[in-house]
């Protein structure tokens, strides 16, 4: 009989699982986002592993909408900032589900409002459809394919994303910038690879760190936790290789 147990990391325990994928402590993103999370359960974050037989099989990650690294104004809800169930032989089995089950059980005894998440119809973010079938909906978007979905007590004001892209693009300024954080473990071999790229092409980039979630939710995109700006436009808000970074500035450069 398949054994399902989710549970619930601290600072104590958090490096002996996977985080989002990556296994290896000795892995840099794995390193920066164990980090990262140590110094955000303080602030309510869950980082819940689902194991089935032992083996980690996916987590579920939330935090109060106060401290959410999302650009969104949420306060009173939970928001979860990712999802992901790891390996193939664990998917189409109700996993996600199960997860996000679990996070809106929390939000519940916790009196909130409910739970938000941010989708994306792209290949980089969850897709709102495990949130829909949870009986969420949609009650904002943003460029260029953002949804924030949400379950909510009837009488509760509804989340919403910032507001302002243009105007907070335009303080970046020309040239290109790289905006940052530790809350994904792959950004880290992103901005290294693209940093590298950079110096083939003689591109001298700006890099921002993003230090608290006051300042992710002020970010340039509705992803937040990372962004590649040139001369005032977003042209990456996830992520990105050095290949597909160097096809963005050719094609900008024609």
Known sequence: MTKIEIIDTSATNIGDHELCGFRDPRNEGHRRKANWLK????????FKVLQVDGNDAGMIEYIPGEHTWRPVDAPGYTVVHCI???????????????????????????????????????????SGDIFRRCG????????????????????????????GWDRTLRKYGSGLTIIRSDQCPCIAKSTDDILQACKTL?????????????????APSAY???NIIHDGKVVAEHPISATRFRNIMRKISK
């Not at 110094?39 to 869950?46: I, N, T």
């Not at 460029?143 to 507001?163: G, M, V």
């Not at 890099?207 to 608290?212: C, G, Q, R, Y």
């Open 39 to 46: 110094q955000r359960f303080a602030e309510g974050l869950k």
């Open 84 to 126: 992901m169930i790891y390996k193939k032989k664990y998917k189409g089995r109700g996993y996600g589900k199960l997860l996000v089950e679990d996070c809106v059980r929390d939000a519940k005894r916790a009196q909130m409002h409910g739970v938000a998440v941010v989708t994306s119809s792209g290949t980089w973010m969850a």
């Open 136 to 163: 969420f909906e949609c009650v904002d978007t943003a460029p260029p394919s953002f949804e924030l979905l949400a379950k909510k007590s009837r009488k509760a004001p509804s989340p919403k994303f910032r507001r």
């Open 202 to 218: 003689r591109i001298r980039p700006k890099v921002i760190e993003l230090k608290n979630s006051r300042q992710a939710r002020n």
């Open 224 to 226: 937040g936790v990372f």
